[in-house]
Structure formats: C-alpha cells, structure tokens
C-alpha cells in the first residue's frame, strides 16, 4: 500500500496548477468560423469568409475553418503553439500566416499524428519562429464529429512543455495505480472467491485501456490508433467502464440485503450505457450531440440508482457497503459533476478526462484498502473460529476431571504411532492400569475425594507422556499408557516402576494416610494387529494381575503373523 500511496501524492502533486497564461479559443468569441467542401484546396485562406457569429453547419461532410486573430489576443505573437484536444476528425491542417504575407502549415491526419501528439490526448503545432510577426492561425477540419468536441488553446513552448511534463507524470501515476488494481483485485478474487473483486479487477482494466488510449500513450506502441478510431474507442470504453463498476457494487452488497428486483434492476440499467455506447462510439453525423445528451441522462440515472443501492444497503446494516461507499463517492461525484458541468477546457486542456482518470485511480486505492482491511477482519473472525473449533474438538477428547486424553481422544492419538513404530518393525506395548479396591475409597471417603486420588495419579502418568507415549483414562478409576520402543526385559522394568510410581503418589490431602496401589496389564507386540486385539490382551493381562493378589505386573506378548513354514511343518509332526 506504500506504493499506492506514493503514486496517489505524485498524482496530487502532478495536476496541482501552477501559473500559465494559456489563451482558450472559443468560437463567437475568438474563433471565427467558414465551411467548405471537402475538394477546397488549402491554400487560398485570404479568399474565405468567415463569419464570427452563430454556429456552423454540414461541416460533417465537409471542413470546418476555425480562425483566430492574434492581433486582438493578449499572447506573445513570437512564442506561440497551439494545443487542441484530440477529436472525431479525418485530417487538420493548421496555418500560421505572419505579417509578411507568408503562410506555414502543419498537417495531421487520423492514423498519423507524427511527431505533433502529446499525453493528455493533446496535439500540438509549434508555430515556426519567423522575424515577421503572427497575425492569425487557422485550422481546417475535414470530416469532423461536432465542434462542441473541439477545445482549443494558444501556449507557449515552455507552458506548452512544462504542462506536457505534468499531464504525463500524472496519468502515468494513475495507469500505474489501475495496473496494481487489477493485479490485486483479480489476485484476490481468485482467492477469496468474491465476484465483486472480479468485477472490479474488470473496471480497473477497462479504465487501464481507456487511459492508455485518450492520454495517447498507446501511440508510442501502435501510433495508426490516432485520432477518430482513438476517440470512439475511448467512448465505448468509458461507458463500458460504468457497466463494470455498476456490477462491482451491486455483486458487492450481500442477496440480504438488496432486493432482487433493485439488484436486477441496476444491473439492467448498467448493461444499458454499455449498450448505448455503441451507436454513441460509431456515430460521426450531426446526432452525436444529441446522442451524448441522452446518454449523459442515462448515466446521471444509473449513478442515482447505485447511490439508493448504496444507501439501501447501508441503512440495513451492509459492512460492505459503509466500506465501499467512501471509495465509490467520488468517482461517481465526478462523473455526475462532469455530465452537468463543462471542465473540459481546464487542467491544461486535459479536462474531464483527467478528472476521471485520477477519480478511478483514488478509488481504486480506497476500494484496495477498504478491501484489504474487510477481509483481514473476515481472515481473524475465521481464524478465531478455527481455533475455538479446534479448542471444543480437543476438549471432546480430553477426560474433563483429569485432563488426560478420553478413549476416543487416545485411540486417535495413539493411531499413527503404532502405523509408524509397526511400519518400521518396532515393538510397541499397551499398559491398561487399574487402581485397586477404589470403590472402597468412594464408599470410605467420598467422590469429591476419589476424584481427588484420580487427579493425582492422572498427574503423575502425564510426567511420562511423549513423542513414543501416550497416556489416558479409559473411564472410571481405570488408565491406559501406550508406549514405542521398548519390549521384553525393559518394559517389565518400565512397567514396575510406574506401578511404583502410582503406590507412592501422595493422597493425604483426600484420604489422609492410606495407601492406593494399581494393577496393571501389559501387552506387547511387534505384529500387525488393531487396538482392539491389543486391548483384549491386556485386559487379559489385567484379570491375571488382579487375581494374583493386585499392585503387581503382568505382560502378555503376542504375534498375529502366521507361523513360519518350517515352523508349521514341526506343528504337524
């Protein structure tokens, strides 16, 4: 996030405004206007009238003539260049006529702009520098859109640099910022699988492309973009743009909380700017003014419509919509102010456009943080459950008065040890434990001090517990110690000195001096039996201890393998 936030600071800083004496050309006013058909040479510009009042018309299928008089404009006549915003044209010749009569031009045409674009989705003409002064500059359009899409403006070379320089570090920073965006949006869809990330991931792309191709950047890639198939790319593009982030914050807000018909409904309304920037995009006639009209409503209609999803949501509690309002405000503020106020003659003639790109930029940071946090407090929320479920399934198979593991909690304990010691052919022994006349202790003292006397040995077993044994308390006043490793002579000893142990355990505390000694059964193998057949054989064992007497040891070794031939062949003999 350290890096978005740099990138957002260049941006801020990058489009902060600094002094220019920038002279924007406006028709009526100091633009003077003439059509002609499409075969007029370009050459006799003294023999045009033009006319400065009024608007023209049917310049659609024929070429516009802008002039403008700089002997009536406040602009240093020996430093001039003129800047205009890209269009819907086929070609533009700009003139510069000097005082000596003499006439320079400079040509573009859609598909080849040379050396004349700039970022912003600006073109510029450099007047020569001549030593007789300019008095007019004219452009010729041939085939244009509509004149209300033309913003113009007389700089000089270092404003016309230096705001180039700024235009370019600003909308490199707010590409930059929609290319994290879609790495981290669809990154993070993919794994947290929400659709809304995905949606947003699409947004942040499309945005990306509109940005590359209105600020000119793709022309250092594929420079035959410029001009009309630029504009009407960018068009489609940015109504597309709208539909994405309309099915962002839809998807984003919870089926509980939004009702299906507002949440079809908007969405509906969305895939519709996406389809009406078709036509829009296609359009070169007279109507595409008409035609932006109308879908300046339909997006005023579909911005008001996510708002009240918002608000809805909000209102019923949605965390994601008190998240997401902050980082959709803005865009949407900026879209809504763009459709009902005309900014695109400031910001060094970028305009609306960069208005827009540096809003997708901010919101795409916010929605990143707002994003990141909401699900780093999902991730602990699920975390804590985790480990409460891990908690209540441990304390399922823990004896809740001794704290040693239950019968279910032992056999699934002691499963993989005995895989793993039988595996590699190792002994391994199950000591069932049964402390002697403990009824007598009840029925003498009472539970509350039996339960005591159980604690205490559960105590002492647990000292033995580890990575090669186990131990727990099957039920009653009766345990278990699974051990790995040891066999013959060394468990007999490991065996008698926990029987040891246990009649040694200090229970003055409950029952004052009496001694409680244990039984214990031990069976020990090295074959592939179940815990079951281990069990029997030390119950076995057990029996047989406490019928020769109690506190004492018996074990019990079996195998399961069969016999080998040899071995069988004696049998029958």
Not at 75 to 90: A, E, I
Not at 106 to 124: C, E, L
Request: aromatic share 6%.
């Amino acid at each position: 996030m350290a890096s978005l936030l740099v990138a957002m600071i260049g941006i801020v800083i990058a489009c902060c405004p600094f002094p220019a004496a920038a002279e924007t050309l406006r028709l009526n006013d100091t633009l003077c206007h003439a059509v002609t058909p499409l075969q007029q040479a370009d050459a006799p510009l003294p023999a045009l009238r033009f006319s400065c009042r009024g608007s023209s018309t049917g310049y659609q299928q024929a070429s516009l003539w802008l002039r403008a008089d700089l002997k009536r404009l406040p602009v240093d006549r020996g430093d001039v260049v003129l800047m205009l915003h890209q269009s819907r044209f086929d070609r533009l010749v700009v003139s510069f006529s000097y005082a000596d009569g003499t006439v320079q031009r400079q040509q573009v045409s859609s598909g080849a702009y040379g050396s004349h674009w700039r970022a912003g989705g600006q073109i510029a003409f450099e007047a020569p520098v001549r030593d007789a002064p300019l008095v007019a500059v004219t452009a010729r359009f041939d085939g244009l859109a509509s004149e209300n899409l033309l913003h113009l403006r007389l700089v000089t070379r270092g404003e016309a640099g230096a705001q180039s320089a700024a235009l370019a570090a600003a909308i490199g920073a707010a590409l930059m910022l929609l290319l994290v965006a879609i790495l981290y949006n669809l990154s993070l869809a993919a794994a947290v699988r929400r659709q809304f990330l995905a949606w947003h991931g699409a947004w942040a792309a499309c945005m990306l492309l509109w940005g590359l191709i209105w600020s000119q950047l793709d022309l250092l890639a594929v420079p035959a973009m410029a001009g009309t198939l630029s504009s009407q790319t960018c068009t489609f593009l940015a109504c597309l743009a709208i539909t994405l982030a309309t099915a962002s914050v839809v998807t984003s807000l919870g089926r509980d909380v939004l009702p299906a018909r507002a949440r079809i409904a908007t969405l509906a309304l969305g895939g519709a700017v996406a389809l009406f920037g078709i036509p829009l995009a296609l359009v070169r006639s007279a109507a595409i003014d008409a035609l932006a009209g109308v879908a300046g409503i339909l997006i005023l209609t579909d911005l008001a419509t996510v708002a009240a999803c918002l608000a809805w949501a909000w209102r019923r509690g949605s965390a994601e919509a008190r998240d997401f309002s902050a980082a959709w405000a803005l865009p949407m503020a900026t879209l809504a102010l763009i459709q009902l106020v005309d900014i695109d003659g400031a910001f060094w003639g970028a305009g609306s456009k960069l208005v827009i790109l540096v809003a997708a930029a901010w919101q795409t940071l916010w929605l990143s943080i707002a994003a990141t946090r909401r699900f780093a407090q999902l991730r602990i929320e699920r975390d804590r459950a985790r480990a409460d479920e891990a908690r209540a399934s441990e304390l399922a198979r823990r004896d809740p008065l001794t704290g040693l593991r239950n019968r279910r909690g032992f056999i699934e304990t002691i499963g993989p040890l005995v895989d793993h010691e039988r595996s590699a052919g190792a002994p391994v022994a199950l000591l069932l434990i049964d402390i002697d006349q403990f009824k007598s202790v009840n029925d003498a003292h009472g539970h509350e001090a039996g339960d005591k006397v159980l604690i205490t040995i559960a105590e002492r077993l647990q000292r033995w517990e580890g990575p090669m044994c186990a131990a727990a308390r099957l039920g009653g006043e009766e345990f278990a110690l699974m051990i790995a490793g040891i066999e013959g002579f060394a468990l007999a000893r490991f065996a008698e000195s926990v029987c040891r142990e246990i009649g040694a355990c200090d229970h003055r505390d409950a029952i004052g001096e009496r001694q409680v000694t244990a039984s214990i059964g031990v069976a020990e193998t090295r074959a592939q039996g179940d815990f079951q057949a281990l069990y029997r054989l030390a119950d076995e064992a057990l029996y047989a201890a406490k019928q020769g007497g109690r506190n004492r040891v018996v074990v019990r070794r079996f195998s399961l393998a069969p016999p080998a031939p040899s071995e069988a062949r004696a049998a029958q003999l």
